[in-house]
């Protein structure tokens, strides 16, 4: 059984940036660039992370 102080760290909505959001296709599907930054571990932001999502 876990102790309460070394429970698993949670992350929610607020511990992601999204810096920016651009469609680069519209068609049968769409293709989106998100430019993001996500909380780390020790609490800091990380650097910027691009992902294509479609």
Do not use: C, W
Not at 18 to 45: C, K, P, V
Request: zero cysteines; aromatic letters at 14%; glycine letters at 6%.
């Amino acid at each position: 059984m876990l102790k309460p102080d070394s429970l698993p760290v949670t992350f929610g909505k607020n511990d992601v940036e999204i810096i920016a959001r651009e469609t680069l296709y519209r068609g049968f599907f769409s293709l989106d660039l998100y430019r993001f930054r996500h909380r780390l571990f020790n609490g800091q932001m990380s650097h910027e992370v691009r992902r294509e999502i479609f």
